[in-house]
């Protein structure tokens, strides 16, 4: 994946993407971007490949202790997914 980092706070709203975490939908910023990154990495197991997704998530979301399994569940469903392309890129 490219270095290709939102410029300001309004881009990186352009790349939220909504995916359930306990049931509620949340907007979770840079998500089809870090799920590319952790995939290029081909990491051994779902563990390292958890950690790494949440290590990237947190960079651009706040994600509350209280649920932090909650949201790596969610973004695991998703990484497992077959890649498909979402809304989240520019909107001009």
Same mark, same amino acid.
């Given at each position: #994946?490219?270095?290709?980092?939102?410029?300001?706070?309004a881009?990186?709203?352009?790349?939220?993407?909504?995916?359930?975490v306990?049931?509620? #939908?949340?907007?979770?910023?840079? &998500?089809?971007?870090?799920?590319?990154? *952790?995939?290029e990495?081909n &990491?051994?197991s779902?563990?390292?490949?958890?950690?790494? &997704? #949440?290590?990237?998530?947190?960079?651009?979301?706040? *994600?509350?202790?209280?649920v932090?399994?909650?949201?790596?569940?969610?973004i695991m469903?998703e990484y497992?997914?077959?890649?498909q392309?979402?809304?989240?890129?520019? *909107?001009?």
């Amino acid at each position: #994946m490219s270095d290709d980092k939102p410029c300001c706070a309004a881009e990186a709203l352009r790349r939220i993407r909504q995916i359930p975490v306990n049931g509620i #939908m949340t907007g979770i910023t840079m &998500l089809d971007e870090s799920i590319e990154d *952790v995939n290029e990495q081909n &990491l051994g197991s779902e563990q390292e490949t958890i950690a790494a &997704l #949440m290590k990237k998530i947190r960079i651009y979301n706040y *994600v509350p202790k209280g649920v932090e399994e909650a949201y790596a569940h969610a973004i695991m469903e998703e990484y497992k997914k077959p890649s498909q392309k979402t809304n989240t890129k520019n *909107v001009e």
